[in-house]
């Protein structure tokens, strides 16, 4: 499959134009916009017990989600400890920073209820990693 595939320039022009709508800010601003109001209405300073376990800010990270996709995307040092992530999960812009990153990785599971009802599953993932993390 991998003989096969196309690179950007070489795709039709239509296709060309849906991908370079999914990855246009705005598009992105929206959906981010619109998973940070379902998952906290917007709130950076919000702190909820859910599953065993506390969800933090805007985007309500479980503290191991925000340093693996943190760290995975180059977001947080490879070398964080959970004590410094701790003073960084409020950080409304870092926490959007992220998950615009795992979004365009497709882990919207991450957020499972908010983008089931927002259709983050219907994002075409795979041509946004390909995109964003090798634009070549």
Known sequence: AEANAKTFRELPLEEQLVIAH???????????????????????RIKVWDVGSYSFGRYQYKISTFISFGIRYGLLPDDITKQDALKLIYNGNLQREITRAALADGKWRAWYNCGKRLGLYQLPHSWLALLVYNPK
Not at 22 to 43: G, I, T, V
Request: glycine letters at 0%.
């Open 22 to 44: 999914y990855l246009s800010e705005d598009y992105w601003d929206a959906k981010l916009d619109q998973l940070s109001w379902c998952e906290s209405q917007n709130k950076d």
